[in-house]
């Protein structure tokens, strides 16, 4: 039993540049969640998900795109990439109030 | 909107004394508040739910919706305390699933 894990750990992109992160849990759990974390600012909701097929908007959703083929998948793309989303990603799924974390993936873009 | 502030970055405490994070929180709704936890090289964690009204590791926390606080709590502090400590509010999105808005964080250094 994985929980939550999060492909890739690390990426290093240039402005313009595209990619998707990927979130896979195998806990069955309806709902999952993108944050991203920057320095003094705790996480912000990106995008979340309450099931297969749907998305939705959260606090920062601006240049990012999601999608939820698969209920054990989210996905999240940057379609081009731009210096302000140089990051710390988590993603997280849940079934009911609590919460579960991906250990984070670390996006640099140059 | 709903806001989560700590107001501490960084609390510094020796072993054995006592430990307070502060967390307060405006929300027009009825909060739901939480603290969560990351341990140095380990994930995000809930440590404690506010409904619960557990006591998780020697913690506790209460609400406190006169003050719209919600402090954490631990009368001794112990070096495996040493993390970074989250408070979160749930609060309802338009689809009316409720999401977290986290505060900024508070790194709990607890000194032999």
């Known amino acids: 039993n994985a929980g939550v894990t999060q492909t890739p750990k690390f990426r290093v992109l240039k402005t313009g540049q595209s990619m998707t992160l990927l979130c896979a849990q195998d806990m069955n759990h309806e709902y999952m969640y993108w944050y991203r974390q920057d320095p003094g600012m705790g996480l912000r909701l990106i995008h979340y998900s309450v099931g297969e097929g749907t998305t939705a908007k959260g606090e920062v959703p601006d240049g990012y795109n999601v999608s939820r083929l698969k209920k054990q998948n989210f996905l999240l793309g940057l379609e081009s990439a731009a210096p302000s989303q140089t990051s710390v990603y988590f993603c997280?799924?849940?079934?009911?109030?609590?919460?579960?974390f991906g250990p984070g993936t670390r996006l640099t873009v140059t | 909107a709903q806001r989560v502030t700590q107001p501490e970055k960084l609390l510094s405490v020796f072993k054995g004394a006592p430990v307070e994070l502060k967390c307060n929180y405006s929300y027009s709704g009825s909060p739901e508040l939480f603290w969560y936890v990351q341990y140095s090289r380990q994930r995000l964690q809930l440590l404690l739910r506010?409904?619960s009204r557990e006591s998780i590791k020697g913690f506790t926390a209460d609400l406190n919706k006169g003050e719209t606080s919600f402090h954490l709590k631990k009368p001794f502090a112990q070096e495996e305390d040493s993390a970074m400590y989250y408070c979160?509010?749930?609060?309802?999105?338009?689809?009316?699933?409720?999401?977290?808005?986290f505060g900024s964080g508070t790194r709990l250094q607890v000194q032999p």
């Open positions: 997280a799924s849940s079934f009911d109030y609590e919460q579960y």
């Open positions: 506010h409904i």
């Open positions: 979160a509010l749930s609060a309802a999105m338009d689809t009316g699933r409720r999401a977290l808005t």
